[in-house]
Every structure is written in C-alpha cells, then in structure tokens.
Nanobody
Framework: QVQLVESGGGLVQAGGSLRLSCAASGRTFSSYAMGWFRQAPGKEREFVAAISGSGAGKFYGDSVKGRFTISRDNAKNTVYLQMNNLKPEDTAVFYC?????????????????WGQGTQVTVSS
C-alpha cells in the first residue's frame, strides 16, 4: 500500500520561506514522478510543481515559478518543496502526489496516490 506523508506546513509572514517534505512508502520511489498541488478554500486544486522519477525533469505552475523549487532524494524516498518569498495568495492546503509514470503530469488526473495535505498560511 502506497503512503504519502507531508510535513513542514505552518504559519509564515509574507516574504518568508517554508520547506515541505513528503515521505513515500509502498512502491519503488525512483520509478515514479512526484507532484505538489494546492487547494485554497473555495478554489479548485492547482498544480504547483512536479519532478520526474530521476529528478532530471522539473515543472512549475506559473504562479510559483522563480519562488518555489521542487527536489527529491530517492535514497530517502522523499520529495521536497522549497517555498521562498511566500505571498498571502499562497495560503492553501498543499498535497503531494505520486504519479503513475516516471515522467510527471501537470494535471491531477495523472496521479494515483495522494497525501493527506499540510496547511500553509501566509500572513500579510
């Protein structure tokens, strides 16, 4: 059974930084792309970032380009999301997800396992 457990969320002031982690278990981690999505109250789930199984391919949503960085450590079965220069509009529940392919999707349909989410709140 695949399990994804996010951590690292919290409350931060605008301009601050947070690093999210997602620990995976239950499948060969390096064989699958990983992604981060977020959902704010009353809004649809939004693609944030994704990384290929090898880590060579990385993709970002337009709203986070230049501020967020996705990375993975296949030896630790963990994917990270470094978030810098946070803005109040980044406030959301952030979810990590495991793709069903080594090359990442940029839509939620490509992901077959999801974590429980971690809250990120950015105050102005």
């Amino acid at each position: 059974q695949v399990q994804l457990v996010e951590s690292g969320g919290g409350l931060v002031q605008a301009g601050g930084s947070l690093r999210l982690s997602c620990a995976a278990s239950g499948r060969t981690f390096s064989s699958y792309a990983m992604g981060w999505f977020r959902q704010a109250p009353g809004k649809e789930r939004e693609f944030v970032a994704a990384i290929s199984g090898s880590g060579a391919g990385k993709f970002y949503g337009d709203s986070v380009k230049g501020r967020f960085t996705i990375s993975r450590d296949n030896a630790k079965n963990t994917v990270y999301l470094q978030m810098n220069n946070l803005k109040p509009e980044d406030t959301a529940v952030f979810y990590c997800a495991s793709d069903n392919d080594p090359w990442p999707s940029r839509t939620s349909r490509g992901y077959d396992y999801w974590g429980q989410g971690t809250q990120v709140t950015v105050s102005s």
